[in-house]
């Protein structure tokens, strides 16, 4: 389970998320420190962009 801490746990910090098994990231939901965490989905993916020279313009 991804949980997402929302206070500081040793050596997390807040704002960082990790996976846990489901006993233990309920253990610290229930301490206050994290809370679930579940990857936003988006509608569509895009390639990056490749942005590498391929040709460059200038002759050596």
């Known amino acids: ?3 997402k801490f929302i206070k ?5 910090q ?10 233990e990231a309920m253990r610290l939901i229930n301490l206050g420190v994290a809370e679930h ?4 989905q988006t ?3 895009e ?4 942005r590498m020279v391929r040709k ?3 002759k050596k």
């Open 1 to 3: 389970m991804l949980i």
């Open 8 to 12: 500081r746990y040793s050596p997390y």
């Open 14 to 23: 807040s704002g960082e998320i990790a996976g846990f098994e489901d006993k």
């Open 37 to 40: 965490y579940s990857i936003p």
């Open 43 to 45: 509608e569509s993916f």
């Open 47 to 50: 390639a990056p962009v490749d």
């Open 56 to 58: 460059p313009k200038v």
